[in-house]
């Protein structure tokens, strides 16, 4: 059974920053592409950001303040986020996509982590 943990979500101003990280468990890790994924009340979840090999992937709407990242010796990737805005405000999760679907998620979701971007 594979277990997704998140981690390292909070409060934070616009404009500040904070790294998210999440540990996969009872899984091959580094053979999958991993994404982070987000939803906001309301609204469908979303990838903010994809990883396979070295090659990553953001939506315009974080391209060049969002970056992700992987340790596979720690079975962890990271998102560290930058110049957050209050639109970035969601509940965040990491997965690997069903095959090449990228709005699929290959295991069962985790708890994810709030992120709340508010003055």
């Known amino acids: 059974q594979v277990q997704l943990v998140e981690s390292g979500g909070g409060l934070v101003q616009p404009g500040g920053s904070l790294r998210l990280s999440c540990v996969v468990s009872?899984?091959?890790?580094?053979?999958?592409?991993m994404g982070w994924y987000r939803q906001a009340p309301g609204k469908q979840r979303e990838l903010v950001a994809g990883?396979?090999?070295?090659?990553?992937n953001y939506p315009d709407s974080v391209k060049g303040r969002f970056t992700i990242s992987r340790d596979n010796a720690k079975n962890t990737v990271y998102l560290q986020m930058n110049k957050l805005k209050p639109e970035d405000t969601a509940v965040y999760y990491c997965?690997?996509?069903?095959?090449?679907?990228?709005?699929?998620?290959?295991?069962?979701w985790g708890q994810g982590t709030q992120v709340t971007v508010s003055s």
């Open positions: 009872g899984s091959i890790f580094s053979i999958y592409p």
């Open positions: 997965n690997a996509p069903f095959g090449s679907n990228w709005s699929l998620g290959r295991w069962p």
């Open positions: 990883i396979t090999g070295d090659s990553t």
